[in-house]
DNA sequence: CCGATTTGACCTCC
DNA sequence: GGAGGTCAAATCGG
């Protein structure tokens, strides 16, 4: 897989053309969310206006979406999903409400805003790549080949460039609060290092699932702030978690069993024994706390494991403190899905999102898959 | 005591 | 040889 090169994304130059309109067509479709999402309490109990609320919203997302597709599908899909989750959106009034009410809204935007910068900057890659895609300059996947390293020089298989760059977004800092924290993402993650990047102002920060020995979870990410923009951080996400999806493997611990089948129960159970903070299955993350900082400014309000260990002073400059994460209640919309395909997106990006809404929007979802 | 972070050293790739 | 990725000892905190 992760065959090659980048090279041939001509429609690059349709991205770029489609943009303008396009984007402001979302935007404001966020912004209007946004309007909805403040007047929620006077809408509540106005079915009429805010079904209106939505049906403007959702024009606004399926326009996009049309002219998206027109243009060039491989980075339709994050799109894809925003709109037809707004589709999704006319059929559950008060998930929407939860969803809006929640900020985790807010966050879907900026992902959603963010994918589309780095896929106009990098139409190669832009968070929406699979297996067809996947390339990255230098990381040349060996994932196959990754297992028997190791051996070629004598000392400790010390390897780089493995798994393949899987996919690669920016994330806006948190709003509030601590802005030097990397945004959560719904997974637990361990930092195994840091390092000072040539022609990068910020260090870049190195995290590994935190399950990967115990189950073997390849997933890594790397984040970096931009030199350009410090409240930006930009995180390649390498490998697959199977931590929450192998039947070994902890999972979210279903709190309130609803959708979960009976593998992530035994999951869940596994997970029970061996810790508390666990991957939530994206899904239970983003119902959970998408937004990392919402809860309690600097202190921690118990969002992020937090900058425990390692001495805490001044070192880490920026991509420091951990992104460790843990949830704990639990929620059920449909937004959880949302998170799901955003963040899970340790595998095919490209379908990111796909999950959020497949069913709402089945035909959407089929024309999509195929690139 | 356990688990997470820090950090310098080491290793691989270009 | 240099840059980037990973390891692992040291350290810290719950």
Request: net charge negative; charged share 25%; proline share 5%.
């Amino acid at each position: 897989m992760f065959k090659s090169k980048t090279s041939q994304k001509e429609p690059k130059q349709q991205l770029e053309d489609m943009d303008e309109t396009t984007i402001s067509l979302i935007l404001q479709a966020c912004k209007l969310a946004r309007d909805l999402e403040s007047n929620l309490p006077n809408l509540a109990n106005q079915p009429n206006l805010l079904s209106n609320s939505l049906d403007e919203i959702t024009k606004n997302f399926v326009t996009a979406r049309e002219r998206v597709y027109g243009q060039d599908p491989s980075t339709s899909s994050c799109l894809h999903n925003m709109l037809t989750f707004a589709h999704q959106q006319q059929i559950g009034t008060s998930h929407v409400q939860e969803w809006l009410r929640s900020n985790y809204a807010q966050q879907a935007m900026d992902i959603i805003q963010t994918q589309l910068v780095v896929d106009q900057k990098e139409a190669k890659i832009g968070g929406c790549i699979d297996d067809d895609d996947a390339e990255v300059k230098g990381l040349q996947a060996m994932e196959a080949s990754d297992m028997n390293v190791a051996s070629s020089s004598s000392q400790r298989p010390r390897r780089r460039k493995d798994q393949g760059l899987i996919s690669k977004i920016t994330v806006p800092a948190p709003r509030i609060g601590n802005t030097e924290i990397p945004p959560e993402d719904g997974f637990t993650w361990r930092k195994y290092g840091q390092k000072e990047i040539m022609g990068s102002r910020f260090p870049r920060g190195y995290y590994r699932c935190t399950h990967q020995k115990l189950y073997n979870c390849p997933a890594k990410k790397q984040v970096q702030r931009l030199d350009n923009d410090p409240l930006t951080f930009e995180v390649m996400y390498r490998g697959e978690h199977t931590c929450h999806m192998s039947a070994t493997a902890p999972s979210i611990p279903p709190p309130s069993a609803e959708h979960h089948n009976a593998t992530q129960e035994s999951m869940a159970r596994t997970l029970a024994t061996t810790t508390t903070t666990d991957p939530p299955t994206a899904s239970l993350w983003l119902s959970m706390d998408f937004n990392p900082i919402r809860g309690g400014g600097g202190s921690s309000s118990g969002m992020i494991g937090s900058s425990r260990g390692g001495g805490g002073g001044g070192s880490g400059d920026g991509v420091g403190t951990s992104t460790t994460t843990r949830y704990g209640k639990e929620v059920d919309f449909p937004v959880v899905d949302l998170a799901d395909a955003m963040f899970n997106s340790g595998s095919s990006s490209t379908n990111s999102m796909d999950f959020i809404f497949t069913s709402a929007e089945n035909k959407w979802e089929s024309e999509d898959k195929k690139n």
